[in-house]
């Protein structure tokens, strides 16, 4: 993809939705079989999900743009980068910078302009899915894969990451890249991002990846003493 919709730039409305994005890229390599398959069907998922988990594990780094549509329509976008093992980064447009980072270790959702930083250890995320040397697929996660001529769409459900919330994402059947994921919340609302202009295999500055640890206890303390 080369282009992307026009937007108004801004920073996602609530922190909620930036980890749903997150989520739907994390669970992009998350794949195995749901209970209760027939074999033909379970043969052919497997061989899909096996096919795009391979192809994620053998890129090293991944840069590009992104658009996020909320369940009003409502646009805002970014950039992001990802380098295995461990490390990822989103940037918000937008006057409050909101931006998501891991580091290898934690990830943190900061916003700025509020002077929040909720963070977190990437072990517990689903991003570590993503992010891991091996793509592992083990798990009860793919519903249902559906082969079209201009593209692949999978839905994945996964309690135990995100609740309720079904993950569809929509790839290239031609070389297998994610080209957009739509995550529906318990309340069937759905929030779709597009990626775009995406080079892969690139040389990153590590300092993108540098959560401030510091600042974070800083803030937090502050929080706690209201």
Known sequence: ??????????AP??????????????VVVGL?????????AAAEVSATAQKIA???????????EFVQFDARGR????????????KIRFNYDGKAGFRVISDGDSVVLENPKMKTMD?????????????DDRIDLSGNKVRSVKEEPDQTV????????????????????SNYELKEW???????????????????DVKIDQSLFAIDYKKNLELNSKKSNR
């Open 1 to 10: 993809m080369t282009k992307a919709p026009m937007m108004n730039a801004g």
């Open 13 to 26: 409305k609530t922190r909620r939705g930036v980890i749903g994005m997150a989520l739907g890229i994390a």
């Open 32 to 40: 195995a079989l749901l209970p209760g398959m027939t074999a033909p």
């Open 54 to 64: 391979d192809h994620f594990a053998s890129i090293r780094s991944m840069s590009g």
């Open 75 to 86: 646009q805002t976008g970014g950039k992001f980068y990802i380098q295995r093992p461990g």
């Open 119 to 131: 963070l977190y250890p990437l072990s517990k995320t689903p991003l570590k899915l993503l992010l």
């Open 154 to 173: 999978i839905q994945l459900v996964d309690k135990s990451s995100f609740g309720n919330s079904k993950i569809t994402m929509k790839f290239d059947p």
């Open 182 to 200: 739509t995550i529906t919340d318990a309340q069937g609302k759905d929030t779709t991002v597009m990626i775009f202009n995406v080079k892969q």
